[in-house]
């Protein structure tokens, strides 16, 4: 990834996806905007190269992702003063688009594309 991220620890040496949503929302309590920012512009160039956020970043997480929370990535943005949030919105409309394709043709107890 292009910017600097912080991985789980232990055995871990990657970032995944809605855990490094639970790490943003400490660094936003430390007033760590640089890696709030950081961050998001990972998942956001992820966005555009996979055309979604994977599971994690490695190759073999590729196939999968996990809940959506990109959103309320962006959104620890404008709670801590940090101005530019907007910029983000093509990579979340890009998001919800991933995660909806398909919704209409979708019957009860079926999964189309997506499962979480």
Same mark, same amino acid.
């Given at each position: 990834m %292009?910017?600097?991220?912080?991985v789980p620890g232990g055995r871990f040496s990657e970032t995944y996806y809605w855990d490094s949503y639970f790490t943003m929302l400490g660094l936003a309590e430390s007033g760590?905007?640089?890696?709030?920012?950081c961050m998001a512009d990972n998942f956001a160039w992820m966005i555009e190269i996979y055309g979604?956020? %994977?599971n994690g970043n490695r190759t073999y997480y590729l196939s999968r992702?996990?809940?959506p929370v990109f959103a309320l990535m962006v959104?620890?943005?404008?709670e801590d003063g940090v101005r530019g949030a907007r910029r983000y919105l093509d990579h979340l409309q890009m998001e919800y688009s991933f995660w909806m394709d398909g919704a209409?043709?979708?019957?009860?107890?079926?999964?189309?594309?997506h499962v979480v």
């Amino acid at each position: 990834m %292009p910017q600097s991220y912080i991985v789980p620890g232990g055995r871990f040496s990657e970032t995944y996806y809605w855990d490094s949503y639970f790490t943003m929302l400490g660094l936003a309590e430390s007033g760590r905007e640089d890696l709030l920012k950081c961050m998001a512009d990972n998942f956001a160039w992820m966005i555009e190269i996979y055309g979604h956020i %994977p599971n994690g970043n490695r190759t073999y997480y590729l196939s999968r992702s996990q809940p959506p929370v990109f959103a309320l990535m962006v959104e620890l943005f404008e709670e801590d003063g940090v101005r530019g949030a907007r910029r983000y919105l093509d990579h979340l409309q890009m998001e919800y688009s991933f995660w909806m394709d398909g919704a209409e043709s979708l019957v009860p107890n079926q999964a189309y594309r997506h499962v979480v």
